[in-house]
């Protein structure tokens, strides 16, 4: 399947390094081709850039949120939350118009420093305005409350007896993203929350979500619902 992928940072990197793995046509989609192809400098918290991660990923493509829009029959949004509406944009609407997009991103406002809080909650989420923007894009959201290497390996936590979200209003769409996550990435337990109205409730989880990983010193953990 030829997969589009926005971002090139650790979520990125993870879900396109997957997907490659597992034989997909993948195209990562950034602002500036060229600044991300010169930029050596690794992420926060060791991960590569992507100019030195993709010499170990050659089959991965890169070009811009365009092309990586075009490119895909299906798109993640993996972009910082709060510059997923101008990347998708930049990606352009006729280019998203009848394509699921598997949203990743949470609304993280680091502009008072650390911990951050959300540039958006309560009332709406970033998903909903995502599905607002983009009325004839099928919008899922899903794989935002854990760590990118839990996204692409459950396993690596208590062998993948933990709980996992998406919610979305087509229905359709949020049963083969459940199908996705399940037979690509490993996740058995996946509940459907509903409707994108729902993307308020997980984005929520971040802000105890990073006060667990300043605890815990890791970010390897996830909850599990139990009944």
Known sequence: MKIGVFGTSMVGQAISGKLVELGHDVMVGTRDVAKTQANIEPHPYGFPAFSVWQKEHASVKLGTFADAAKHGEVVFNATNGTGSLEALKLAGESNLNGKILVDIANPLDF???NPPSLSVSNTDSLGEQIQRAYPNTKVVKTLN???????VNPSLVANA????????????????????LKGWFGWKDVIDLGDITNA????????????????????????????
Request: charged letters at 15%; glycine letters at 10%.
């Open 200 to 227: 308020r409730g997980t984005e929520q989880v971040l802000p105890i979500w990073i006060r667990l990983f300043g605890v815990l010193g890791t970010g390897m953990f996830n909850f599990k619902i139990v009944k």
């Open 111 to 113: 502009s008072q420093g």
């Open 161 to 180: 007896d933990h709980t996992l979200f998406v919610c979305g209003n087509d229905a359709d769409a949020k049963a083969q993203v459940t199908e996705w």
């Open 145 to 151: 409350t854990v760590t990118a290497f839990l996204m």
